[in-house]
Every structure is written in structure tokens, then in C-alpha cells.
């Protein structure tokens, strides 16, 4: 199929009004994802050294995202932090200490196709060991270092090779401290970056997003760098050296789909977090922003402060986030942003890059949200049968769907236009509630032994809002015994991180509800829900005679 490129550009610009239907191309790319990608690679590149990578054929990622800006004088990554402030990778030092770490992992055993975890917080050593991996031709994994319990379950199902990780984080590896890797080398630079097959798999991510979420999901070299070339060159719309900005976007969600995005295009990913946001919003200031992603608590954040951001060119919002259509509007209005180009990407790291994205649009918050271009997809029923949905609603599943998790995008077509309409299931602004690994770790130690079952309530006044609620039977305590909120909410954090936090905690010194089985079987879990939303479990706890038994069960299978 035949692409005008020049047009397909100026529907991403943000000057034209939105058409009443999709564009006559965009099907056309849903249907040829490699004939687009290679119409838009010449544009791509500029002026620039060429690709070595080719559409559909081979992929060379480190020279890509790397090797061809290595003589440039631009930025790769910036990043702040309280301690240091303002700290910057260029492209040069990228290049060099990349290939050193390369050479000296070569050295070490990694070879192509071998499962590599980075157990690193984003920021330079991340992007370095990332860039590494990729020449070497490795199998990439991340995850976020602090929750011990999170990083041993994955760790279980993915069986690394090897491990990049801070020297401090070995006691987080278990068995696997064996394969970690060191990052700081001296040996000379010297490497031949490995070239991968489309379908070869890159990474294998930790998504949020997939259900069960402690399962690896596979990322293709075609996946990756198409997914980077198009969201480089028109969701984000990025020129050599821009910056690209998502603070509080889930890492695990967008890594690495971002960096690759940003250094495939020779621009500058910028990385603060909401933390110090909070402390100081003017550091959102302090930089141009090509593109600016709001979560949001950020958009929240940037209203109460009243902070102009005259140095934003477009800003993006993921569908997936409640919808909050008066709270939008009056963020935008207060930061400045209300006449700037906006709207709707999603973006699953697992998929490469962007799945959803709209046109943007000056001064209007919307439901827009088609299917990205480049990307193929189908329309399931709700079944779960495979098949295609009869009407113009159905879950949105990115193609091939064999193997992966299930789709959880409502899509609906309403007048020719794609809009997000919801979730499958409830899930925090895509996310899944992972109250199964919270309630094993409740199950396990230290502390008592605890019964625990989840569920989500929505919540009024927007669209998409759902609260976690966690549902905590303590049965009977030894004496001396005692168990808050603070004590479920201290051993789940230190476990599995802030992020598995629910946001209610209901205690109730009752024994949960088993299915049939034995004594320490499966929770029967929909009794407990059942119980709690009629009101029956309160009014339980409350009551002697129930407590009575409680009391009395303990004693016997104790025994």
C-alpha cells in the first residue's frame, strides 16, 4: 500500500479540525503496519544518519536509538533530583558507557537471547544498562528495586540469566544474587551491536496492565521499533533534541517504550518525580516540553500552584485515568495549557508503544481514542470467545492476540470516530488491583497470619474512578496481639510497594469463609463480598455470639 506521508503529518499537527470519520490512510496502516512504517521512516530520519533497521526485515536497536547520535553534542536524558538537581546524559556518554558495559557483560556471559533483569529505578543507569542489553542482543526485563515480595515473585517466573542491579539490592535477588552484573566497569569499549528479527522478542515486561500482572509478557523487536518510530515522529510529534515528559506515568506501564521513543527521535527524555514536583512545581519550568503527559494528581498539582507552562507544545492525557470532564478543563485553564494542542494516549510497554491515540485538539477534553496508526487490532465480543463483536462496541486487542493476556479496552465507534468507553473489569486507570499477591502476602509473615479478599467500588462524579477496598479478617488475635491499619498497610508497602496500597481497609475479628475443602484452603471470596456490601459482616463482628465462635474455632484448630 501507497502512503503521502506529508499528509499523514499534518493530521498530527494540531491546526486542522478533527474529521467526522478516520482518515483514509489509517485503516490502510492498521492493515499494512510495516509498508507505514517503512513510508515514514525516510521522514524519520531527516537528517540524521540512516537507520540500519528495516521495516518487517531487522532491527539494530543500539545503533538506532544510540550509535547514530553518538557525535552529537544533544541530550539523551535529563533528570532531577533534590540532592544534585539537574543531571544530564548526553548521547556521546551514552554511546561510550553503554558499549563499556556491553563489552565487559559480553565478557560475563550475556549473549544474545538471554533473559537480562534491570532491578533499577528509571534514571541514567537504567537507560545505560538498557542500551547495553540491546547491543549485546539480550532479552530485557524491568522492575523497580524496594518490594521484596513484588521482585521474588517475578524473579520466580522469569528465572534471569543475569541481573543489573545497585550492589545494595543483592539481598533482594534471592537465589538469583549468583547472576547479578556489575554496572561499574573499566574495561575497554568494544562491541558489534546485535541485530534482532522482527519477531524476536526484546523484552519481556511486567505490565500493570496484564492480568495476572507477575507474569511476563513477550515485547517483539517489530513491535518495538515500529512502536517507536511512529510515536516519535506523530504522536509526540517530536523533533531532534525536544524533550519528552511523563512524570507519575507507571513505569512498568511505559518503560521502555518511552526511551526508545525518545532516543530512536535524537530527543531528550526528562524525568522528574511527583515527589518533587510537589515540593517544587516549577521544575516542570525550567526545560521546553515538546510533549507533557498529565496524570491526574500532576494536572491537580499544577492548578493549585497556578504555574504557566508557556514552555509545553502539546500535552497528553491516558483515556484509561477517571474522566473528570469540569476538573480538566478548569486544570488546563489555570496552568496555561487550555490553548494548547492535547489529547488521548495509551501507551502499553508490552506492545511497543502507543495502542491508542486521538487527534489533538485546542482547548477541548474528550473521549477520542482510536486505535493507533501502524498498529494492528481487532474488535472482540465480551465473551471471551474470540470472536469479533457483532455491533460498534467491543474490547479493543492489539494483534497477534494468541498468547496474551486478555483485552480489557472498551472501544465504541460513534459516527465514524473511535471513543474510549471504560474497562472490562475495574482497574485503576488501567491498571489491575492486585489484590491476590496482597492477600498472600497478608497470608504469609512476618506478623500474624491474615485472611484477606479485595474489590473495587466506583466512585461517583467520574467516569472510570473505582476505590480499592480490602477486606481484612484478623479472626482470633493471640493476647497481646493487635492489628491497625497501619500494620496491614506497613507489611503490604514493604512487600509489594506504595502502588499495591489499597485505598480502604475494613477489619473484621472474623474467620474468612472457605470453600470446600480444608481447614487452610481457598477463601471463598464472593461470600465475603457478598457479606460485605449487605452489611452482614459489620453487624457479625458486632455480635457476641459470632465472636463467641471465632474464639472457640481458634482454640480448636489449635489444637
Known amino acids: 500500500m501507497t502512503f503521502e506521508p506529508r499528509t499523514v503529518l499534518a493530521a498530527f499537527d494540531g491546526t486542522t479540525p478533527p474529521p467526522d470519520t478516520v482518515p483514509g490512510w489509517l485503516p490502510r496502516s492498521w492493515e499494512d503496519p510495516d509498508g507505514f512504517a517503512a513510508a515514514l521512516a525516510p521522514l524519520h530520519v531527516g537528517r540524521s544518519p540512516p537507520f540500519k533497521s528495516r521495516a518487517g526485515q531487522h532491527h539494530d536497536f543500539f545503533h538506532d536509538l544510540v550509535g547514530r547520535h553518538a557525535t552529537t553534542d544533544r541530550i539523551a536524558l535529563r533528570t532531577y533530583s533534590r540532592v544534585q538537581g539537574w543531571r544530564t546524559l548526553s548521547y556521546r556518554q551514552l554511546h561510550e558507557q553503554a558499549t563499556r558495559r556491553a563489552t565487559a557483560w559480553a565478557g560475563l556471559g550475556v549473549k544474545p537471547g538471554a533473559k537480562l533483569c534491570l532491578l533499577l529505578h528509571p534514571g541514567p543507569e537504567l537507560m545505560v544498562s538498557l542500551c547495553a542489553a540491546l547491543g549485546l542482543g539480550a532479552c530485557v526485563s524491568l522492575l523497580p528495586p524496594g518490594a521484596r515480595a513484588f521482585i521474588a515473585r517475578r524473579l520466580e517466573t522469569l528465572e534471569p540469566q543475569h541481573v543489573a542491579a545497585e550492589p545494595h539490592q543483592a539481598p533482594l535477588l534471592g537465589k538469583y544474587a549468583a547472576q547479578l552484573l556489575p554496572l561499574q566497569t573499566q574495561v575497554p569499549p568494544a562491541l558489534l551491536s546485535y541485530t534482532y528479527k522482527p519477531a524476536e522478542p526484546v523484552g519481556l515486561l511486567f505490565s500493570p496492565l496484564a492480568d495476572p500482572g507477575d507474569v511476563p509478557v513477550p515485547l517483539t523487536a517489530g513491535d518495538a521499533w515500529r512502536g517507536a518510530l511512529v510515536d516519535g515522529l506523530l504522536t509526540f510529534g517530536l523533533s531532534p533534541g525536544e524533550h519528552l515528559a511523563a512524570p507519575g506515568f507507571h513505569p512498568l506501564q511505559h518503560l521502555p517504550a518511552l526511551y526508545f521513543t525518545t532516543l530512536l527521535r535524537g530527543a531528550t527524555y526528562l524525568h522528574v518525580e511527583p515527589a518533587d514536583l510537589e515540593v517544587s512545581p516549577a521544575l516542570l519550568t525550567e526545560h521546553p516540553v515538546r510533549a507533557l503527559g498529565l496524570t491526574p494528581a500532576v494536572r491537580d498539582l499544577v492548578a493549585r500552584a497556578r504555574l ?11 483515556p484509561q485515568a477517571p474522566f473528570d470532564f469540569l476538573a ?20 502499553d510497554a508490552t506492545w511497543g508503544g502507543a495502542v491508542l491515540c486521538s487527534h489533538r485538539r485546542v482547548g477541548d477534553v474528550h473521549t477520542d481514542a482510536a486505535p493507533a496508526p501502524g498498529r494492528p487490532w481487532a474488535l472482540r465480543d465480551f465473551t471471551g470467545s474470540g470472536q469479533d463483536a457483532a455491533g460498534d462496541a467491543g474490547l479493543f486487542t492489539p494483534l497477534p492476540d494468541d498468547g496474551r493476556p486478555p483485552a480489557h479496552v472498551v472501544l465504541a465507534r460513534v459516527r465514524g470516530q473511535y471513543h474510549y468507553a471504560g474497562a472490562r473489569e475495574p482497574r485503576r486507570e488501567g491498571r489491575i488491583f492486585p489484590f491476590a499477591e496482597v492477600a498472600q502476602v497478608l497470608r504469609e509473615g512476618p506478623g500474624p497470619r491474615l485472611d484477606a479478599v479485595g474489590l473495587a467500588l466506583p466512585m461517583s462524579g467520574m467516569a472510570g474512578a473505582y476505590r480499592g477496598v480490602l477486606l481484612v479478617f484478623t479472626g482470633d488475635l493471640p493476647p497481646g496481639v493487635e492489628v491497625g ?16 496500597l489499597p485505598d480502604r481497609i475494613e477489619r473484621f475479628p472474623l474467620h474468612a469463609r472457605r470453600v470446600e475443602g480444608p481447614r487452610d484452603g481457598p477463601v471463598d471470596e464472593d461470600w465475603c463480598r457478598t457479606q460485605y456490601l449487605t452489611g452482614a459482616l459489620r453487624l457479625k463482628s458486632r455480635d457476641p455470639l459470632f465472636l463467641a465462635l471465632t474464639t472457640l474455632r481458634a482454640r480448636v484448630e489449635t489444637r
Open 328 to 347: 480538566w478543563r478548569d486544570g488546563l485553564k489555570a496552568c496555561g495549557l487550555s490553548g494548547v494542542p492535547g489529547g488521548n494516549v495509551s501507551v
Open 308 to 318: 504557566p507552562l508557556k514552555n509545553v507544545g502539546l500535552w497528553f492525557r491516558d
Open 485 to 500: 491499619d497501619a500494620d496491614v498497610r506497613r507489611r503490604i508497602e514493604q512487600a509489594l510497594g506504595p502502588d499495591a
